[in-house]
């Protein structure tokens, strides 16, 4: 225990003497920041600018005549930004002797371009009349599925689409099944089947064996 009586006297004595000096530090990085945001063709004070700190939560803005104060650090980039004006990034020197800076910042109007707005005459109730009953309105979802579930288009739909996987797997499963079932023996001969020549008699008398055009 005495062996570490020296260190523990050395680290009672430096730790403080260490915390002031990175105390002065901190306190030299610490500058005052203060000037006036101006207009660059007038050189009017410019008023509500917004000054943030970059990637801090730290800002303020100018008053009516355009001035402004903030707490900034040796290094930090202070962004000035305004509707109708050009952001501005200005960065807070290193080296900057003693903590107080000084800033005239000039703002540059921000031209911006619109498209074209053309004003017409209020139109007469003919003229909406015409428009509106030539309006072609674009059809909805419903509408859509609606279509698609129309008689004749889903006949185009059965006769064209390929079957999918669910369907042909179903289909060669019942192929598979009908084989296995007559196994070892004949399959039945529908032609001789009465109640297969009735479904063929009213099919026929349906029209499902013409030719269709789709």
């Given at each position: 225990m005495r062996k570490f009586l020296p260190y523990f006297f050395l680290s009672f004595i430096l730790l403080p003497v260490a915390a002031k000096a990175q105390f002065e530090t901190f306190q030299d990085s610490v500058v005052q920041l203060y000037g006036v945001v101006m207009t660059a063709d007038s050189l009017k004070g410019l008023p509500a600018v917004s000054i943030v700190v970059k990637g801090q939560n730290r800002g303020t803005i100018t008053n009516d005549q355009g001035v402004f104060s903030i707490v900034v650090l040796k290094g930090d980039q202070v962004e000035f930004t305004s509707i109708g004006f050009k952001?501005?990034?200005?960065?807070?020197?290193?080296?900057?002797?003693?903590?107080?800076?000084?800033?005239?910042?000039?703002?540059?109007?921000?031209?911006?371009?619109?498209?074209?707005?053309?004003?017409?005459?209020?139109?007469?109730?003919?003229?909406?009349?015409?428009?509106?009953?030539?309006?072609?309105?674009?059809?909805?979802?419903?509408?859509?599925?609606?279509?698609?579930?129309?008689?004749?288009?889903?006949?185009?739909?059965?006769?064209?689409?390929?079957?999918?996987?669910?369907?042909?797997?179903?289909?060669?499963?019942?192929?598979?099944?009908?084989?296995?079932?007559?196994?070892?023996?004949?399959?039945?001969?529908?032609?001789?089947n009465p109640f297969a020549w009735n479904e063929f008699i009213k099919s026929w008398k349906r029209g499902d064996f013409k030719k269709k055009s789709y």
């Open positions: 952001g501005k990034l200005v960065d807070i020197p290193r080296d900057i002797k003693g903590n107080q800076f000084s800033l005239i910042q000039l703002m540059v109007t921000d031209t911006m371009f619109l498209p074209a707005t053309i004003i017409r005459q209020r139109p007469s109730r003919e003229q909406f009349e015409r428009d509106f009953v030539n309006t072609k309105v674009p059809d909805d979802d419903i509408e859509i599925v609606r279509s698609n579930n129309d008689v004749a288009t889903r006949k185009v739909l059965m006769a064209t689409l390929p079957a999918d996987g669910r369907e042909a797997s179903n289909q060669y499963m019942r192929q598979r099944a009908s084989k296995l079932y007559y196994s070892g023996q004949i399959p039945p001969q529908n032609i001789f």
